[in-house]
């Protein structure tokens, strides 16, 4: 059984061609990196650049340098914009982009680029306060839930930011796509366009504190709560034909 090749493999060099040369000619793509920053509730962070006219942000990252390995640039661009010094701890996504994709700017010459997005973490109070911004390059950052995120990037960065941020919550192997899209199959979270929202705790539906007294249901100690009706007691779960209400006819 032979080996696969690459269609790249039956392309032989011009003998016409010095190596320089030969090398320019073959094809040239950008090479991107980019991170999936959250904070303790899963809100995304986002970056807004000063540079771009339609005023889209962005996830922090940026161009690969010559000769400069994707995570190298992710890490590197992390510090330049926002100060932190972060581990990343997997690649999220990759991403290609094609040179005629139609969210490309008037007037922008790009060949492609391929986008590499990394798992960057969750920031603690403490490491967003501490958050310094290049202020000639980009002017605030946010962190928003993943609905809002999308309404601020542009169509195919919110498209990445969505299976990257995905492929963390559900703890999936790295998603593949192509202008947006996936190219393998597509994801559970994707497949249903699952979102996570921020609900702060004042705003939540259970009661994080000691049952209040008036109420017949009472707290004894930790993990036991009772139902009382006049002098009799049982705990939640007891299943009695007489006496206290048991679980099952509890409302």
Request: charged letters at 20%; a negative charge.
């Amino acid at each position: 059984m032979t080996s696969p090749v690459s269609p790249s493999d039956h392309v032989l060099p011009r003998a016409d061609l010095p190596a320089a040369q030969y090398a320019a000619s073959r094809h040239a793509t950008w090479l991107g990196a980019a991170a999936i920053i959250t904070d303790e509730v899963g809100r995304v962070l986002l970056v807004h650049p000063t540079y771009r006219q339609d005023d889209s942000w962005l996830l922090p990252g940026g161009v690969v340098e010559p000769g400069e390995h994707p995570h190298v640039t992710c890490g590197r661009e992390i510090t330049e914009e926002l100060g932190l010094d972060l581990h990343l701890s997997a690649v999220l996504a990759v991403h290609s982009f094609s040179p005629h994709h139609p969210d490309l700017q008037p007037g922008t010459h790009c060949p492609g680029e391929v986008r590499f997005v990394f798992d960057g973490g969750t920031l603690t109070p403490d490491q967003a306060a501490v958050i310094r911004l290049p202020h000639d390059e980009l002017s605030e950052y946010a962190f928003l839930e993943t609905r809002d995120a999308v309404q601020r990037l542009r169509p195919v960065d919110g498209q990445i930011m969505l299976a990257a941020y995905r492929a963390r919550l559900g703890n999936t192997a790295t998603v593949h796509l192509a202008d947006g899209r996936h190219i393998l199959d597509v994801p559970a979270l994707d497949r249903h366009d699952v979102h996570v929202r921020y609900r702060p705790l004042w705003d939540s539906p259970l009661h994080r504190g000691p049952v209040p007294g008036p109420l017949p249901v009472q707290q004894d100690g930790p993990g036991e709560v009772v139902l009382r009706r006049g002098r009799q007691q049982a705990p939640m779960g007891a299943d009695r034909d007489e006496g206290p209400v048991s679980r099952k006819g509890a409302r």
